[in-house]
Nanobody
Framework: VQLVEFGGGLVQAGGSLRLSCAASGTIFSINAMGWYRRAPGKERELVAGINSIGTTNYADSVKGRFTISRDNAKNTVYLQMNSLKPEDTAVYFC??????????????WGQGTQVTVSS
């Protein structure tokens, strides 16, 4: 199973970006999916999560600005980021709890995509 992320880049403060992460491989189903980030000198933190029925949760720092969604038919999770701030600058990683075709659940990570917000 692979998770491939798209959509990072450089944006000015107040701008928007949309990240996407597509899972492929021997997938039977995907349970929780999420986005994490790691800023320079900081620990990795959960940004947003979504379960298989669409229930979402967000870090306090992004509530009202970021929206997580998923397309189960495409095994893809999205993160719409609006009103970006310089403190949102980080490497963003997607995460998925995948039930593979051998009926076991494994945790997978994407390779990370850089988001840089200039002031």
């Amino acid at each position: 199973v692979q998770l491939v992320e798209f959509g990072g880049g450089l944006v000015q403060a107040g701008g928007s970006l949309r990240l996407s992460c597509a899972a492929s491989g021997t997938i039977f189903s995907i349970n929780a999916m999420g986005w994490y980030r790691r800023a320079p000198g900081k620990e990795r933190e959960l940004v947003a999560g979504i379960n298989s029925i669409g229930t979402t949760n967000y870090a306090d720092s992004v509530k009202g600005r970021f929206t997580i969604s998923r397309d189960n038919a495409k095994n893809t999770v999205y993160l719409q980021m609006n009103s970006l701030k310089p403190e949102d600058t980080a490497v963003y990683f997607c995460n998925a709890m995948v039930v593979t075709t051998n009926w076991y659940e494994y945790e997978y990570w994407g390779q990370g995509t850089q988001v840089t917000v200039s002031s």
